[in-house]
Nanobody, 123 residues
Framework: EVQLQASGGGLVQPGGSLRLSCAAS????????MMWVRQVPGKGRELVST????????FYADFVKGRFTISRDNAKNTLYLEMNSLKSEDTAVYYC????????????????RGQGTQVTVSS
């Protein structure tokens, strides 16, 4: 069974930082492109960032460029998202998911509903 458990969220003030982690199991993590998506209640999921299976290629949505950094540790089957200079509009539930940009665009990526982590940016 595929498991994608995100953690590391919390309440942070604007301008603050958080580091999200995603523990993956049940599939060949080291051979899989991965992504972070986020969702605000009442809105669809939006792509935040992707990383290739070997970590050599990354993609960032314009609204996080220069502030967020995606990385992975294939030895630990773990995906990360370092978030700096957080803004109130970054408030959302963050999920890790299997796939890259193409999978996001086509809607064929996999994520585990209910295993996201809440990030709240507020003073």
């Amino acid at each position: 069974e595929v498991q994608l458990q995100a953690s590391g969220g919390g309440l942070v003030q604007p301008g603050g930082s958080l580091r999200l982690s995603c523990a993956a199991s049940g599939f060949t993590f080291g051979s899989s492109d991965m992504m972070w998506v986020r969702q605000v209640p009442g809105k669809g999921r939006e792509l935040v960032s992707t990383i290739s299976s070997d970590g050599g290629r990354t993609f960032y949505a314009d609204f996080v460029k220069g502030r967020f950094t995606i990385s992975r540790d294939n030895a630990k089957n773990t995906l990360y998202l370092e978030m700096n200079s957080l803004k109130s509009e970054d408030t959302a539930v963050y999920y890790c998911a299997i796939g890259g940009v193409r999978a996001y665009v086509s809607g064929t990526y996999y994520y585990s509903r209910g295993q996201g982590t809440q990030v709240t940016v507020s003073s």
